[in-house]
């Protein structure tokens, strides 16, 4: 627990819900980056103009709040690069197979109430911790 920040993560999470929120009331779009991304490829006539904004918001985040005097923790990566492009590749097929990410069903599914984001939710979670428990556990990674 040395990286506890209460404070921080709650500012964060009260910013992605109202984002989210207000994506929902003003737009009436749920705030799923695979399904906001997926809707790029190929473009939907129409759509296009706040996808991009959505995700560009997204992208210049990081670099903005480092403008503004903000400091980003170190990027480790535990991973090799062929491993990291198989995980990659095996999210996008579950968010296919899922109907949904983790911030469509977990933010704003479950915000909504949508049984079927719950469900969708629980299993993520659920597959988290199976894979960490296998990896750290029973391989060794």
Avoid: D, Q
């Avoid at 704003?108 to 199976?130: D, E, H, K, N, Y």
């Amino acid at each position: 627990m040395e990286n506890f920040t209460p404070v921080s993560a709650l500012f964060g999470g009260l910013m992605i819900g109202a984002s989210a929120a207000l994506l929902l009331v003003l737009n009436g779009r749920v705030a799923g980056i695979s399904g906001i991304l997926g809707g790029l490829i190929p473009p939907e006539r129409g759509k296009v103009g706040w996808r991009l904004a959505f995700l560009a918001g997204m992208l210049v985040a990081a670099p903005i709040y480092v403008i503004a005097g903000g400091t980003l923790p170190p990027v480790r990566l535990g991973a090799s690069l062929p491993l990291l492009i198989v995980a990659g590749l095996i999210v996008g097929f579950g968010t296919r197979l899922g109907a949904g990410c983790t911030s469509g069903h977990g933010v704003c599914g479950i915000g909504r109430g949508s049984p079927r984001s719950i469900v969708a939710t629980l299993v993520f979670m659920a597959t988290a911790v199976a894979t960490v428990f296998f990896s750290r556990h029973v391989i060794g990674m």
